[in-house]
């Protein structure tokens, strides 16, 4: 983790690391065929690799999968633990120049907290395990939970189909 | 915190809460017309009700909002500190009986990360302070994480709109 700055980029007060106020237990982890180097930006351009991952949930989570099904919409969030949590501003290198942190979906941010909205692909339920249509987070990234994605709520009103 | 399970719950083997393995820094609180007695039970309910809400960032964080404009959608992220996280499968009240938790959007799970997909109906950057047109959570839960909403990546491609 660097303590650089970029030209632009304006650091937090504090690091949001050394004032932790709320615990994470991993339930399990992403199996893709990212590394650090060549990781899909976003979840967009994952789709277009046409590459899939699964979800190995750790044992015990196998139950919680119960009324999910292949076809369906998920949200993946994932915890980001390499990157560093210090920036209020930020200049990603494929942005034209320094934009908040929350303007961002930059894995820099004060809970490196990710989040993708993946299809499953199939599912083992008693294995605890799923697999995805793409993914954007490095092969063995934690996840810390799974969502069904539901149009009702994560569309915001104005921009529903239809 | 109740430790009794309903028929048909299920407990995970251990409870996530005993096995913390990353820490969350709040970032700000969310200010609403809702306690745990009124709360609508979604985002969707919420929007119905007509009652607006706000986040207040901590200091340090205003320069973070940058980039943001009024009327953008955003993915709020909140720490639901009062929910219970050993369940596997649940039954909520609503719905017709045990579902395993990574299928529902209760409060009731391993990390109890809230997700609410809601638009920016002012801004006041300096003071850390946005509006937010709705929002499913008491007052004063912790905010840990603010994204900009991306159609290109927060609908799953077949449910893309066109």
Redesign the interface.
């Known amino acids: 983790m660097s303590d650089t700055i970029r030209p632009g980029e ?1 650091l ?3 690091d ?2 050394d ?9 399990g982890v992403i199996r893709s065929d990212w590394s650090r180097g060549d990781c899909p930006r ?3 351009r994952a ?1 277009e690799t046409g590459r899939p991952a699964r979800i190995e949930l750790r ?10 099904e292949t076809g369906q ?3 993946v ?1 994932g ?1 980001l ?1 390499g990157a560093r ?1 210090d920036l ?2 930020q200049v990603p290198r494929h942005a034209g120049g ?8 930059s894995p820099v ?3 490196p ?1 990710s ?5 499953i692909t199939w599912m083992e339920r008693a294995a605890g395990q799923l697999g995805l ?1 793409a993914i954007d987070l490095f092969d063995r990234t ?1 996840v ?19």
């Open positions: 304006t937090l007060p504090f949001p690391g004032r932790i106020e709320a615990g994470l237990s991993f339930v976003n979840i967009a789709r044992p015990g989570y196998a139950a919680a999968l119960e009324g999910l919409a998920i949200i969030i915890w633990h949590r209020a501003r320094p934009r908040g942190t929350f303007a961002l979906r941010r004060p809970n907290l989040l993708s909205v993946c299809r249509d934690p810390v939970d799974l969502k069904p994605w539901l149009p009702g709520a994560d569309i915001p009103p104005e921009a529903h189909p239809g």
